[in-house]
């Protein structure tokens, strides 16, 4: 019986992709399409952050919570909702999404690709060479003939505060594997992963303290923080901006945490979880051999490629290259980074002009992002302040989302807020935000409408059905076209 590349001490492919998750599994999927042998090497769970401890566990669990929140905003659905959100069943399904964190399935559609996985940890040894270390203490050597993708995604940063080891921290890990709800948990962040487990585990009983240094989420408009700020106050949250942990105080493991503030304050509360960033996961990955920077993120051209390593070999995909820590967008990214491995392993030219086949143009002008809140924000390209500092001439449009009689069919009483921003040299949009329930499935309209620069005289002529949510951009363009008469 002949013996399998992953069981060989040594072994040369087209590519190399360090990291399995939905990134990795990308690039190797284009770059097997294309004809060329892949190997993938992936540490931890053939799935990533995304499939166990992130996107797929944290919709899971918020959405019986945001059904119950639909259910109560409708008359006679709201009748029918009794008693509490069963806890025992909402981690069942999260458990049943995440397939019990048993990664069987995932690996057998990395080889069913016609892909090598490897499992270990892999580190770059010298230009096109991977090292992969199994924790048997077994050795591959594996070669890349054109390429190495490192995909290996990003990690929770603490902050350097005194007390943080000793108050055993959750981050978005625990908040999405744990099964047991705090009674008191105070989430420290007013970013994405902040409101959104904010949300969740108020749902789920627990009395939630929301710290935040900001606004929150700050890189939306200022009225979607502001918005999503008053519903989670409604719910019972406790939400505080304009303040920092200065200082943590854990004397027993199994009981409380204090946190103290930098107004002089003291918070006490079953667990803390911190929602303040990432770190990338490149600081034992053999980047000093490339001439690249253990720890760092990696400056990447439009196709990838990393800058300032001498030739066209290695590639920096999803949240290690810092473009947007999105996983829709790490996808997007190795999809055109293994169309350019493909291309220059095949001496073809490369079209890597603005919106080229071998172009991450939409990392730097249509970058779409939903919070699942109640309400959810979602939001496309620029906000009014960003085009204003990058020089452009544009025109605000701000619509009450109720003024669609969709909306108010969704749910009575519907309160959400739509805002266009308009490039007034060139008739298009720029960014467009939504708040309000369900209005995730209003973003790929507008994500259209930016990425495909659609003139806003032909954009009105894209008629939504009535009675649906989508009518607000029958508002949102009569508006515009009212300023503009």
């Known amino acids: 019986m002949t013996e399998t590349r992953e069981n060989q001490e040594s072994a040369t492919y087209d590519v190399i992709v360090l990291g399995a998750g939905p990134v990795g599994q990308n690039v190797a999927d284009r770059a097997r399409a294309a004809g060329l ?36 905003r409708v008359d006679g659905a709201r009748q029918a909702v009794t008693g509490q959100i069963d806890t025992d069943q909402v981690f069942a399904r999260r458990n049943r999404y995440v397939t019990d964190w048993d990664d069987t399935g995932q690996a057998k559609w990395v080889k069913s690709i016609g892909a090598d996985l490897f499992r270990g940890h892999g580190r770059i040894d010298g230009p096109r060479r991977v090292t992969v270390t199994r924790d048997d203490g077994a050795h591959h050597t594996l070669t890349a003939q054109h390429a190495v993708a490192i995909a290996t995604g990003s990690r929770p940063a603490l902050p350097d505060i005194p ?56 890189r939306m408009e200022p009225f979607a923080g502001e918005l999503v700020e008053g519903s989670l106050t409604d719910a019972g949250v406790d939400v505080r901006t304009g303040v920092q942990v200065t200082a943590l105080h854990r004397p027993d493991a199994k009981g409380p945490v204090t946190l103290t503030l930098d107004d002089g304050s003291e918070l006490e509360a079953d667990e803390v979880m911190f929602a303040t960033g990432r770190t990338p996961n490149t600081d034992d990955i053999g980047l000093e051999t490339a001439g690249a920077t253990p720890g760092a993120w990696l400056d990447v051209d439009t196709t990838c490629l990393v800058r300032d390593v001498e030739g066209t070999w290695l590639y920096a995909l999803g ?87 969709g909306a108010n069919l969704y749910a009575d009483g519907y309160q959400g807020h739509a805002r266009m921003i308009v490039d007034l040299d060139r008739d298009i949009l720029l960014g467009v935000t939504f708040v309000g329930p369900a209005v995730s499935e209003l973003l790929h309209s507008a994500t259209v409408a930016v990425a495909g620069e659609v003139p806003l005289k032909r954009l009105r002529h894209a008629i939504a059905c009535f009675p649906t949510v989508s009518e607000i951009w029958l508002f949102l363009l009569a508006a515009y076209q009212r300023e503009s008469d």
């Open 37 to 72: 042998t892949v190997a993938v090497v992936e540490r931890e769970l053939v799935g990533g952050e995304c499939s166990y401890w992130a996107c797929v566990p944290s919709k899971a669990l918020l959405r019986p919570v945001i059904a119950v929140a639909d259910a109560r």
């Open 163 to 218: 007390g943080i080891q000793e108050a055993q921290p959750w981050t978005n890990r625990h908040g999405t594997d744990s099964s047991t709800v705090p009674d008191r948990l105070t989430i420290v962040g007013g970013g994405g992963v902040g409101i959104e487990m904010a949300t969740l585990w108020q749902g789920l009983g627990s009395q939630v303290t929301l710290l935040a240094r900001r606004r929150l989420i700050p």
């Open 319 to 405: 949240d290690v290259n810092h473009r947007a820590l999105l996983t829709h967008q790490g996808k997007y990214q190795a999809r055109t980074a293994g169309d350019t491995i493909a291309a220059r392993a095949a001496g073809r030219p490369l079209d890597d002009g603005p919106w080229g086949d071998h172009a991450t143009t939409a990392d730097q002008h249509a970058v779409p992002q939903v919070f699942f809140t109640d309400p959810e924000a979602a939001a496309v390209g620029l906000t009014a302040q960003q085009a204003t500092d990058a020089g452009h001439r544009i025109k605000t449009i701000d619509v009450d989302l109720n003024a669609a009689q």
